[in-house]
């Protein structure tokens, strides 16, 4: 089998959210957002934030000025938005690279994947999140990169595969797709495209329509990889 193209996903594949860092962050948040009205606690205020997030990760939301907005809408503060959406994007900033941690060995094995394949970065994720790529330095290693918030669709959705094969200028049957989620798999298999399953995050099996689904290659740490591909 000879492999032109590797398309990657990015959490719990490349990268874990850090629940420390991504804590401290909302902690932050929550702190500027008190002084202005807000009432709730931490968890009131990361549910909200999950909300918007998910929505986020289908095109819905486009643009952090939106995120912000409709966060400060739905915590209902009323204070003054431009300053407030200011003072909330700077902290994201400072935090943009807090949040996210690579797997040990990630850096390692894009580099050696970089000189034999065209790689992409094919993801689910919400809006916002390369910014917190590039602070991780993965970007450069891509020749595309293919976000859920930017397509306007999530894996396992055939569009997001298929705008990174564009990308590529590449055929299914010519590439690899790797992740932890078994349902992001079923959609790369059911356009032809090998898969490679890294069995490190704890979404596994989450939305997967067969369990007992048998990828082409298999491994438990995004490190294993350059001894498969």
């Known amino acids: 089998m000879k492999l032109e193209g590797v398309?990657?996903?990015?959490?719990?594949?490349?990268?874990?959210?850090?629940?420390?860092?991504?804590?401290?962050?909302?902690?932050?948040?929550?702190?500027?957002?008190?002084?202005?009205?807000y009432r709730g606690?931490?968890?009131?205020?990361?549910?909200?934030?999950?909300?918007?997030?998910?929505?986020?990760?289908k095109g819905e939301i486009?643009?952090?000025?939106?995120?912000?907005?409709?966060l400060l809408k739905n915590l209902k503060i009323n204070a003054r938005p431009t300053l407030l959406i200011e003072e909330l994007e700077n902290v994201r900033s400072r935090y943009s690279g807090v949040v996210f941690k690579l797997y040990d060995g990630t850096l390692q094995v894009l580099e050696i994947?970089?000189?034999k394949f065209k790689l992409a970065l094919?993801?689910?994720c919400a809006i916002g999140t390369s910014d917190m790529m590039e602070d991780l330095e993965l970007m450069g290693y891509f020749d595309c990169v293919s976000l859920s918030y930017e397509?306007?669709?999530?894996?396992p959705d055939e569009r997001i595969y298929l705008e990174a094969l564009h990308c590529l200028g590449l055929k299914p049957d010519d590439c690899v797709f790797?992740?932890?989620?078994?349902?992001?798999?079923?959609?790369?298999?059911?356009?032809?495209?090998?898969?490679?399953?890294?069995?490190?995050?704890?979404f596994t099996t989450y939305e997967a329509r067969n369990l007992d689904f048998k990828p082409d290659f298999e491994c438990n740490s995004i490190s294993e990889i350059r001894n498969l591909l």
């Not at 397509?151 to 894996?155: E, I, L, T, Y």
């Not at 790369?188 to 898969?195: E, I, P, Q």
């Open 7 to 37: 398309l990657i996903d990015f959490g719990d594949t490349l990268a874990y959210i850090d629940k420390e860092g991504n804590r401290k962050y909302r902690e932050a948040v929550l702190s500027i957002v008190s002084k202005n009205g």
């Open 41 to 57: 606690d931490f968890e009131e205020l990361s549910l909200a934030f999950d909300d918007l997030i998910r929505n986020s990760m």
């Open 62 to 70: 486009k643009s952090l000025q939106e995120f912000w907005q409709l």
């Open 113 to 115: 994947l970089q000189k």
């Open 122 to 124: 094919v993801s689910n």
């Open 151 to 155: 397509v306007g669709v999530r894996k």
């Open 178 to 202: 790797v992740a932890d989620e078994i349902s992001d798999l079923e959609g790369a298999r059911d356009l032809g495209l090998k898969t490679l399953l890294v069995r490190q995050g704890s």
